[in-house]
């Protein structure tokens, strides 16, 4: 196996295209909470039915899909893999915008449980893959740090924007869907598997 030792901009590009994708699903995992009441109100939901909905069965998904998302990514790539995440977590947002019944949205939320499921799994690959081994435990903590912004939007912007009315939660999940979708064009276009990881040799190099 070929370890890296400088950053390369295409290693720094998947990297950063993974770290916005755990951004991204770690916002839809905690997003629902900021528009807990209107989302009570509009799908005439009790605080039990509204606890299953946003957390019970996204984290039920999520952390059953977890040993099955490292055989997959194991099995197809990197690439394959964050942008099957990808689709299904835009996918699952505008579905859930569209749900106007209790079974529809857990439907959904299942959906984003499946999709997020690739979100920490894929940024490790890549930067294991793509980046310095020397810095692994300092580029792991940095992604984190990328990661956790998206509880932090939801509970800074779009909880200030839930306060004052000015925006409703079907137009958030709603643009959260284009904007994962936009995510998995740059996927489709940016992100590589490499293949100098693959297999179980180790490559030596003289200068």
């Known amino acids: 196996m070929q370890q890296n030792t400088v950053f390369t901009f295409q290693g720094v590009c998947i990297g950063l295209i993974c770290a916005i994708f755990f ?17 009570m109100y509009d799908l005439e939901l009790t605080s039990f039915q509204f606890s299953i909905l946003s957390s019970t069965v996204y984290l039920f998904i999520y952390s059953v899909m977890q040993i099955p998302v490292g055989l997959i990514v194991d099995r197809v ?24 019944g209790y079974p529809t949205a857990i439907f959904f939320r299942i959906l984003t449980g499946f999709g997020s499921s690739f979100g920490f799994i894929c940024l490790l690959v890549a930067v294991y893959d793509w980046l310095p081994t020397k810095h692994i435990a300092l ?22 924007m839930s306060e004052s009315g000015s925006v409703d939660w079907r137009s958030i999940f709603i643009v959260l869907g284009f904007f994962g979708f936009i995510l998995s064009a740059f996927i489709a276009f940016f992100v590589k598997n490499n293949q100098q990881k693959a297999g179980s040799y180790t490559i030596l190099k003289r200068p």
Do not use: N, W
């Open 77 to 100: 790539g990197l690439k394959t893999s964050l942008l099957v995440g990808s689709i299904v977590c835009a996918i699952s947002a505008i579905g859930f915008a569209y749900s106007y």
């Open 23 to 39: 951004l991204y699903e770690f916002l839809l995992r905690t997003v629902i909470g900021t528009f807990q009441h209107p989302i």
């Open 139 to 160: 580029l792991i903590g940095a992604s984190q740090f990328i990661g956790t912004m998206g509880p932090m939007l939801a509970a800074g912007p779009l909880d200030a």
